[in-house]
């Protein structure tokens, strides 16, 4: 699940105008924060954004399918991310779009929780 420092910093530049976007390693791989919110991962040199019910459509409707892993009991599957499609990768604007909806539904995801239980709680309203 290794990650390219070229791959990572590609990434970064492409999703820079979200503005405040940290990219942070773990796991062999980096995860993708916004407002300290992770929206994003990548493993392989493969860029993964965080879906709903909402969002998934457009990424099946692309015929990507979910972050998956090898692990010593079989290979699994992490849902709540799914594969950026190239042709998504490959024009500016669209990234950007799509990005900026990964990071909504981070935000929406974070909303939901209790209140002591959100990343963004020490965040006042008027910042979002």
Do not use: C
């Not at 909402?54 to 991310?81: I, Q």
Request: aromatic share 10%; charged share 30%; proline share 4%.
């Amino acid at each position: 699940m290794a990650v390219s420092r070229e791959y990572q910093d590609h990434v970064a530049e492409l999703l820079a105008p979200l503005g405040g976007i940290e990219t942070k390693r773990m796991f062999g791989g980096a995860g993708l924060f916004y407002r300290d919110l992770m929206f994003a991962l990548i493993a392989d040199d493969v860029l993964y954004f965080k879906v709903d019910d909402e969002t998934r459509p457009a990424f099946e409707a692309a015929g990507v399918g979910p972050f998956e892993y090898d692990t010593k009991n079989g290979r699994r599957s992490l849902a709540g991310y799914w594969r950026v499609p190239d042709e998504v990768l490959d024009d500016g604007d669209e990234i950007v779009a799509w990005g900026r909806r990964a990071a909504d539904v981070a935000l929406a995801a974070d909303a939901a929780k209790p209140q002591g239980k959100r990343k963004g709680a020490k965040r006042t309203s008027t910042e979002r």
